[in-house]
């Protein structure tokens, strides 16, 4: 059977939600989703249906089967196809009058231009370089990036352009480097810099393998990654967006929060000096965790 699509009668149960001068200010935006892949896919899959009118997705890869476990376009039939092409064609499923350009990997030879069209930059990679140059081209261009923590709880951030960026607040060892100079030994440091603030700010390791996350921090195996926390994150992922794209303030700053369903509880920062006292610690249990080079 073929539908004809109506915007109007697809989005109307979203009025409550919205109300309707907000459901046109969701179909007049235009979003950056940088990777299509877990939490970016998810994000994507949310804002399609919430009726956003206008995306630009990039990916650099093609689906895999051990992608089927947790993204949300990973299909048995698009295994092998391009991330962004085959998201796009599942989107105009959803939403067909979605407006939707595709990049591969030439979008950093697109991405000033880009910065000057979207309203915000969701970052749904999880590569270094990528987000380094994601985030400092936001800053020039004044936008907002929605991002994650690599961590075993859903989790969500807000960088604004006067916030400090990821690689400012965490300590990553790329300040003045070229975002596409960056070193194998740069993205170990930075990834166990990200994992020393989960484990500092949330209960994480409380929900997963100790030894097998340890083996992660240490470059000796794929990163761990399960539906539920996945999905969940991007959803947050594409509340913020939504929320910046109507200017419905949501309390989510540039440091963010882990939202724990096991509980469940909202796990926020903590305050700086309890962070000084645990960091330390912290350092000492990530090494046990990683074990000897």
């Not at 093609?62 to 991330?83: I, M, P, Y």
């Not at 880009?114 to 915000?120: C, D, L, N, P, S």
């Not at 963010?256 to 006292?277: L, M």
Request: net charge positive; proline share 6%.
């Amino acid at each position: 059977m073929t539908v004809t699509f109506d915007y109007a009668a697809a989005m109307t149960r979203n009025i409550g939600f919205v109300s309707e001068a907000e459901q046109r200010l969701i179909r007049a935006a235009k979003v950056f989703v940088c990777g299509t892949g877990g939490m970016g896919g998810a994000a994507l899959m949310a804002l399609a249906r919430a009726g956003v009118g206008h995306v630009i997705i990039a990916d650099l890869d093609a689906f895999e089967v051990s992608n089927l476990n947790r993204q949300v376009f990973a299909f048995t039939d698009t295994v092998g196809r391009h991330k962004a092409e085959a998201s796009a064609d599942l989107l105009r499923k959803i939403n067909p009058g979605m407006a939707i350009e595709v990049l591969h990997d030439d979008w950093p030879r697109h991405l000033d231009r880009i910065a000057g069209e979207v309203q915000v930059i969701v970052n749904g990679t999880d590569d270094l370089a990528a987000s380094l140059l994601l985030y400092r081209t936001a800053r020039r261009a004044g936008l907002p990036v929605i991002d994650a923590y690599a961590s075993p709880l859903p989790s969500v951030y807000v960088t604004h352009p006067r916030d400090p960026m990821p690689e400012e607040r965490l300590g990553y060892p790329t300040a003045g480097k070229a975002w596409d100079a960056v070193t194998p030994a740069d993205r170990a440091a930075a990834f166990q810099a990200e994992a020393i603030h989960v484990l500092v700010h949330s209960t994480s390791r409380h929900y997963i393998d100790v030894e097998a996350a340890g083996e992660v921090a240490a470059g000796k195996r794929s990163r761990m990654s399960f539906a539920p926390m996945v999905i969940s994150t991007g959803m947050l992922m594409a509340y913020e967006t939504l929320a910046l794209i109507i200017g419905k303030p949501t309390g989510t700053d540039f440091r963010g929060y882990f939202f724990n369903p096991y509980r469940p509880a909202v796990e926020r920062p903590r305050p700086r000096i309890v962070e000084a006292v645990l960091k330390p610690v912290v350092r000492r249990f990530l090494a046990r965790m990683m074990g000897p080079p």
